[in-house]
């Protein structure tokens, strides 16, 4: 299993949001972004700054996917 980030992206493009703008709006690098795009690992800590950022819970942004 693998976690993807497609409800993530669904929510910027819904609030007309760049991966810059969360980026800053969470306060995390635009390299974080960068592997969150190409589907890599990130910590707890990263997904809840952009969980508060965005007024959303885990399961908003994210889910478990089999490959």
Same mark, same amino acid.
């Given at each position: ?10 929510? /910027? %493009? ?7 703008? $969360?980026?800053?709006?969470? =306060? ?6 960068? @592997? ?7 910590? /707890? %800590? ?7 950022? $965005?007024?959303?819970?885990? =399961? ?6 089999? @490959?």
């Amino acid at each position: 299993m693998v976690i993807s980030y497609q409800k993530l992206w669904k929510i /910027l %493009e819904a609030r007309k949001m760049t991966k810059k703008d $969360l980026a800053r709006r969470a =306060g995390i690098s635009d390299s974080t972004i960068r @592997v969150m795009s190409r589907g890599g690992n990130v910590s /707890l %800590e990263v997904l809840g700054k952009i969980c508060a950022a $965005l007024h959303a819970d885990l =399961g908003d942004i994210a889910q478990f996917v089999e @490959v």
